[in-house]
């Protein structure tokens, strides 16, 4: 069975005394909401701005949430040199980071990262011990146009040369349910992770789905058998918001 991982990405929000701000009230939240018992075999992971990583890597053991982990948002290929405004794997390792997310849409969108990027940034990754999310998924236009399937084939098997499928997490998320509150439809992403799956020589991967989760669908994308978690935009920036769709049912 792959591992539920219930994911934030905060993307470019939250200062530092913002970011310690939510993990004083989020434990709270988690405890009020469901047992221990019932979240215990979750990964909960929230990936950060690069700034918020290091303060939080010593602020999140104190919070005896042992399934809890700090995550980053991209990382680059290289061991180190001169790339203004990267960070790199051992930066990350250094400090205790496990989780990156790789090859997001705003990424892939904003600032110019293509397959052939996402894949040397994946084996970065991996080579140093950390666990990749790989984002794909369609646009509007390529749904439109019947070429989803296409299009998420293409990515995968660009993006996935030479990519250990025992040290990864994929990330279903179509780039028109992102932020829009316009969320896939539960059966459909249900549908689509299922035909990720099936290309996929680890049938075992978490794969989960992104795009406006929130506190009032995460039930329904949860209750769908090929889900094994989400990946989850500003739903994740409030503490008890974020804590109830950790606590699905
Ligand atoms: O991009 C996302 C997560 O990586 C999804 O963002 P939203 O949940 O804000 O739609």
């Given at each position: 069975m792959p591992k539920i991982v219930i994911a934030g990405n905060w993307k470019m929000y939250k200062t530092q005394s913002e970011a310690k701000a939510f993990f004083s009230e989020f434990p709270a939240h988690l405890k009020a909401t469901a047992s221990q018992a019932a979240i215990a075999d979750q990964q909960i992971l929230i990936c950060v701005p690069y700034t918020n990583l290091a303060i939080l890597q010593t602020l999140v053991p104190s919070l005896g949430q042992n399934n809890l982990s700090i995550g980053a948002q991209?990382?680059?290929?290289?061991?180190?040199?001169?790339?203004?405004?990267?960070?790199?794997?051992?930066?990350?390792?250094?400090?205790?980071?496990?989780?990156?997310i790789i090859g997001h849409s705003e990424r892939r969108q904003f600032f110019g990262e293509t397959d052939?990027?996402?894949?040397?940034?994946?084996?970065?990754?991996?080579?140093?011990?950390?666990?990749?999310?790989?984002?794909?998924?369609?646009?509007?236009?390529?749904?439109?146009?019947?070429?989803?399937?296409?299009?998420?084939?293409?990515?995968?098997?660009?993006?996935?040369?030479?990519?250990?499928?025992?040290?990864?997490?994929?990330?279903?998320?179509?780039?028109?349910?992102?932020?829009?509150?316009?969320?896939?439809?539960?059966?459909?992403?249900?549908?689509?992770?299922?035909?990720i799956r099936s290309?996929?020589?680890?049938?075992?991967?978490?794969?989960?789905?992104?795009?406006?989760?929130?506190?009032?669908n995460i039930d329904e994308i949860m209750a769908q058998p090929e889900i094994n978690g989400v990946l989850v935009g500003g739903a994740s920036l409030d503490p008890a918001g974020f804590a109830r769709i950790v606590n699905y049912r």
């Open positions: 991209n990382v680059h290929w290289a061991e180190n040199g001169a790339f203004t405004g990267e960070i790199s794997a051992p930066m990350l390792v250094e400090l205790g980071i496990k989780y990156v052939e990027t996402v894949n040397k940034r994946l084996k970065s990754a991996q080579a140093h011990g950390l666990t990749p999310i790989l984002c794909v998924g369609e646009s509007k236009q390529q749904r439109d146009a019947n070429e989803t399937e296409s299009w998420i084939f293409s990515q995968l098997a660009a993006d996935l040369v030479d990519v250990d499928q025992n040290n990864l997490i994929i990330a279903y998320e179509p780039i028109w349910a992102i932020g829009t509150g316009d969320t896939c439809e539960a059966t459909e992403a249900n549908r689509v992770i299922g035909l290309k996929l020589s680890n049938r075992d991967i978490t794969i989960q789905y992104g795009g406006s989760v929130k506190s009032d």
